[in-house]
Each structure stands twice: as C-alpha cells, then as structure tokens.
C-alpha cells in the first residue's frame, strides 16, 4: 500500500498497490469479496458480481495478463480445489471481477450524444484523414477559456488503422479546464495511455482513485468507466490510444533482470465506491470514435471490491525519471537508439515490432567520446509522434516548447536542427560528461503509418517553418579526406589525433635540409656516409 502526501482530500486519501500484470484484489468493506469463487449465488453484502474482460475468454495463459502470480499459491491446500478448477477454466480468471451495488447494465439506452465531437476519429481513411510524409511540429495549443471538460476537450491529432478490426492507434491530446460534472467516460475502442503536460489529473474508475501529475502517465484499459476532475483547473496533455492489445513492460535484453521501468513503481488504485442516487448522470461512451451517451441514476463507481489484472495502473514518469526509471545509454562512443528508453511497449504478433512504443527522455549523463552525442540523422521505418512535458529537447534547440508536439512519419528524414549542431560540432571533443537535466521529453512509436486530421494540419499552432530549422544546414565537405588535409572539425581547426601524420615527401625535403643536401649530392655515396649517421 502507499499513499499520497499532499493537501487535497482526495489525494490523502488515496492507497495503491503496486506491480504491473499482478493478479490484484482489493475490498473498499472487509469481506466484500467472494472467497473460493467468483460468481456466488449471493454475493457479500448482496453486491452485484460483474466481469469485465480485456482479452478473448481463449487468449494463451501468456497473453491473458495473468503472469507472476506466486507459484506457492498453487500448493495452497486450503485452495487446492479452486485452483483445480481455475487450470480448467483460466481464461474467466484472467479477467477482472467487480463487485457493485448495482451493476453497470443498469441505464437507459446509449443515443448519439448531441451535440456530436466532431473531433474524434478511431478508423482512419482518405474521408477524415491525410496522408503527409511532411515534418510537422505544432506549436503548444492554448487552453480555451471557454468551460470545457476532459471530453470535449479530447480532440484526435493522427492515427492508423480502425477500431472496428481492432489493430491501430490514434494520437490525441487534449485541452480543458473544468471537471466533468455527474458524468463518467468509457472507451470501449482501446486502452488510453494519457500524459499530462499541465495542470493534475484526478481519476475516478471502477477500481478505485489516482492523481496523476505532469510527469506522471496512465493507463486506463478499454472498457473502464471513468471521471476526470481538474483539481489545478487549466490542463493539457497527450493521449495514446491503442487498438487490440495492450500496453506492457519491454524484454529487457541484454539489459538483464534490472533496469528501464522497474515493475513494483506501476501503482494500482484500491477499492472505492459512492453510494445513493445521482439522478441524470450520464454514461458518455466513444464507440467507434463516436460519442453515445446514457443516462442512469447511480454513480457507476460503485464497486466495493474487485480482483483480476486488468485494472488502471499508473506510472510515476517523474518518479521514474529521477529515482525509478533506470536509464541505459552508451558509455563510450555513439548514441544509442531511443528504444534504449522505452517504458512500456504494445506489441505486434511480428517479435520486435511495435504497434506503440512508449518512450521517454529523461534526465541523464552524456559521456561519449568523439561522438556526436544528440540523435543522429535518421529516416525510420516506424513512424515517431514527440511531445515534451517540461523542459528543452536535445535535438531542438529552438521551436520545440513544452505542450508541442512534432510528427516524423516512416522514411521522412529528421534529426538534429542547425543550431544543435553547428553549437555541438563547436564543442567538439572538449564537451566533456555532460547532464542533461530539467527535461522531459517522450515518443510515441508506431510501426504503422498515420493520417493526420483535418483540424490538425489546418490548426493556427502548425509550425508552418518548421523545415527551416534545417535549411540551414551547411556543407562541410572539402573535397579531402581527413588524413590528406589533416583536418577535423573543432572549430575549424585542424587537431591532432594520435601519432601525427607523415607523408614520406615532406620527410626528406625536411631531412634534406637538416642535412644540408641537395638532390645531386643524394646521388653520391661519399656524401652519404660523412653526413648521416644512423639512431636508434
Ligand atoms: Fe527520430
């Protein structure tokens, strides 16, 4: 358990478990939840019982987000028979039981919700999106000052593939600046993957509370109802939308057992319901990228106990930069490739291809040698969606501002702007270690490639001089090899390394006058051995 010191009442009251995949439980009332099975005839204290699943009933064991439960807990006696059962029947342990006052099938019909957000896409085609392999960066948006909640304030930057097949992704952000009010939102597209940028996120779901902070993510699974309150009023933020899997820690690699985003910080809410009537509270649900909405008489947080392992988890992004997120990086020469920094990642069926990797860039030592330590120039064939939460990006040393965003698509070249490197090549090998501080920047990385919306490339923040942060890129070829004009880069100067060069004729015009010799006298042997004595 752990919990949150701050002043407000809902973060002190707020309790997390913690890991990431676990098979969690949780019970807001001692004894809420049912022992031995999950769907008694009467539940404890007549609670409804309530399955809600975040992969098919015949998902394998591996994929069922069911991993690292105890292996003693198998050999238990007194649950020996329910864990006969439960290798027969793993599929409907592998999902999430909630236990509710009343369940959530309890409302009117679902009607397209009027007025309609005409700004959310979940299936992207040539009638709502383009195709650009364009660099786009746009400026951070303004927060309207119009009352404007979590949902109206969701607007759709970009994306690839349909919700309805269930494969893609979409990007969005958001802008908003008041809470939402006798409502709940439910994705029933994909799993959210939300990173505020300004302004503290206070979430309601099913499964309990969490505050979420610039520098902060998280994660809310499809599926999941739930509430966002804006305690700092004006916020900002980015939001991954996935379609069809889920989010998961990265294979470690070579890396070994430690390191990057360390399980035991991803934080898990504890049970907690509200009880009574709340005539004319809405359900607003997003099906198919559109909104439908449904009316109820009760708070849909209204479960007292739960267990399962498909539940919002958080991870601190700030935390993790500076005392839990393990950052690996060269420690001699080159820069390594940004999947060194990948927090959590949501795999395709093809072994190392991401449908989204999401990675950060934190806080860090750069100490490579004679390297040129920001990204290299690239074209990649994943596509790249940046943002940054606080501080400066390496890359960029102007234009790129907190609350920014840029989109690289596949194969469209990118890298450093001229200004980063004309001031990185003056530097030279007299950089020294150096810290990056005060930063945070991440990327979201998708094998597929995305169209971009409408609104998004007519936006009045698009960086339309964007391209001219590398016109400026000059040539500093000479027409020469290193070796021939002895020269490198540092400050335009040439420099040695290592044994200085030679080059024979310039070592016997040198010899030659030392000796007082000319080309003829060469010739004569006599000459030879009065004047050249040998050395060791
Ligand atoms: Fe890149």
């Known amino acids: ?86 290798v027969v029947l793993v599929s409907i342990f592998s999902k999430n039981w909630l236990y509710r006052i009343k369940p959530s099938v309890t ?64 990007i969005h952000m958001y802008t908003a600046n008041k809470s939402m009010e006798n409502s709940a939102f439910c994705n029933a597209d994909g799993d959210f993957l939300i990173v505020p940028q300004k302004g503290s996120l206070w979430i309601t779901t099913e499964c309990g509370r969490l505050q979420v902070c610039p520098g902060e993510i998280v994660i809310l699974p499809q599926g999941f109802r739930f509430a966002v309150d804006l305690p700092d009023g004006p ?28 399980p035991r910080d991803f934080l898990v809410p504890v049970a907690w319901y509200e009880d009574g009537s709340c005539p004319g509270y809405t359900i607003v649900q997003k099906y198919g990228g559109e909104l439908f909405t449904a009316k109820q008489d009760f708070s849909p947080f209204n479960v007292v106990a739960w267990h399962g392992n498909y539940v919002p988890y958080k991870a601190g992004i700030f935390s993790y930069d500076l005392s839990k997120f393990c950052p690996y990086n060269t420690v001699l020469m080159d820069h390594s490739d940004p999947s060194i920094n990948t927090v959590l990642t949501a795999p395709t069926d093809k072994p190392g291809v991401a449908l989204l990797d999401f990675v950060i860039f934190p806080p860090r030592w750069l100490v490579a040698e004679h390297t040129f330590r920001p990204p290299y120039y690239h074209r990649n064939c994943m596509t790249e969606f940046m943002g940054l939460i606080y501080g400066g990006y390496e890359a960029k040393a102007d234009g790129f501002h907190p609350g920014g965003a840029s989109l690289h698509s596949c194969m469209t070249p990118h890298g450093p702007d001229t200004k980063t490197y004309e001031a990185t090549i003056a530097l030279g090998n007299e950089a020294g270690p150096h810290r990056i501080a005060d930063t945070m920047a991440f990327m979201f990385e998708s094998c597929l490639i995305p169209r971009v919306c409408p609104w998004a490339l007519e936006s009045p923040f698009m960086d339309h001089d964007y391209y001219q942060c590398w016109i400026g890129l000059k040539s500093h070829f000479s027409g020469l090899s290193i070796n021939e004009d002895s020269r490198d880069l540092q400050n335009g100067k040439p420099i040695e390394r ?12 040198r010899d030659m006058e030392q000796l007082q010799l000319t080309e003829d006298m060469t010739l004569d042997r006599k000459v030879w051995k009065t004047r050249i004595t040998a050395e060791d």
Not at 6 to 12: D, E, L, M, R, V
Not at 117 to 139: C, D, G, I, Y
């Open 107 to 170: 409302h009117e019909p679902f009607r397209p919700r009027i007025p309609r957000h005409e700004m959310l896409v979940s299936e992207f085609n040539q009638s709502n999106s383009s195709a650009t392999p364009t660099q786009l960066r746009w400026k951070p948006v303004e927060i309207p000052e119009a009352p404007t909640d979590f949902i109206d304030g969701l607007y759709t930057i970009c994306g690839a593939g349909s919700s309805y097949l269930r494969h893609g992704f979409a």
């Open 498 to 509: 290592g044994r200085p060069k030679k080059y024979w004729g310039e070592v016997i015009r």
């Open 235 to 262: 916020s900002r933020g980015y939001i991954a939308e996935i379609f069809g899997t889920h989010l998961q820690l990265p294979d470690l690699g070579p890396i070994g057992a430690n390191g990057l985003a360390a």
């Open 1 to 86: 358990m752990e919990s949150k010191d701050c002043s407000s009442n809902f973060a002190c009251a707020l309790e997390y478990q913690t890991g990431i995949g676990n098979h969690f439980s949780s019970e807001a009332i001692v004894g809420a939840l049912p022992q031995g099975q999950n769907s008694p005839l009467i539940c404890p204290f007549g609670l409804y019982a309530e399955q809600i699943s975040g992969t098919s009933f015949t998902s394998p064991r591996k994929l069922n987000q069911r991993r690292h439960v105890p292996f003693t807990y198998f050999f238990c006696p007194k649950i020996l028979l329910l864990v006969c059962v439960g």
